[in-house]
């Protein structure tokens, strides 16, 4: 059985995923805390609950997204699971950081296991199921869980809204054209866990989405 813990870390309000199985192996998805006392609350619950983190996904690598970064790959020895296409962003992270408010030290000496489209992503007795789905960021990726049916899409689709393609790396055609290909293709009553805000789900997002319709 799949257990998913959603956390909401810094001033952007960024959504932070644990997700875990029977047997306690876990995966942390874009960790956002930007303080000791954020640091605390994700530790904590991972203590609490007995979990043993064996990977850190990336939904994308917006300093928002990645604030907690280097503290969960230091503290629990683990690389940085993303798409290669944003590894740059690591590079300049801690200037990002710095003009939006993030206390963040360079990140570009992590390593980095790099994962592709449709690639299986093991923890416990599970997996996801990682979607490369640009347009939002270079290296974009969403990650797809059957049982229960769940997709969580970082900034690429959120309850009645889109990512925003005006940052660097951003494009509005390919954005539309991954949701239309990888996102809205999945089941209507497949839940849609967003790096912000709250959950939806496919079949509402296609009726009720203003830039989907």
């Not at 813990?5 to 001033?11: A, R």
């Not at 993030?102 to 923890?123: A, G, R, Y």
Request: hydrophobic content about 40%.
């Amino acid at each position: 059985m799949i257990n998913i813990k959603e956390f909401t870390f810094n001033h952007f309000e960024e959504n932070t995923y644990i997700v875990w199985d029977e047997t306690k192996s876990c995966v942390i998805i874009d960790p956002g805390m930007n303080s000791q006392t954020e640091n605390q609350r994700l530790t904590q619950f991972i203590s609490d609950n007995g979990l043993c983190p064996i990977k850190v996904l990336l939904t994308h690598a917006h300093i928002d997204h990645i604030a907690g970064l280097l503290f969960v790959c230091e503290t629990y020895k683990l690389p940085v699971t993303m798409h290669s296409d944003g590894k740059s962003f690591l590079a300049e992270a801690q200037s990002y950081g710095m003009a939006m408010g993030f206390d963040v030290k360079d990140m570009s000496s992590l390593e980095i296991d790099s994962i592709s489209d449709n690639d299986d992503i093991t923890f416990g007795n599970n997996k996801l199921k990682a979607l490369y789905v640009p347009g939002h960021a270079a290296g974009s990726m969403a990650y797809m869980i059957d049982e229960p049916n769940v997709v969580f899409t970082g900034d690429v689709l959120f309850r009645q809204s889109i990512g925003r393609t005006d940052l660097p790396t951003g494009d509005y055609d390919v954005l539309m054209e991954m949701l239309k290909t990888k996102i809205l293709t999945l089941a209507d009553g497949c839940e849609v866990l967003p790096g912000h805000g709250p959950n939806t789900t496919i079949g509402d997002e296609k009726n009720l989405n203003p830039f989907l319709m």
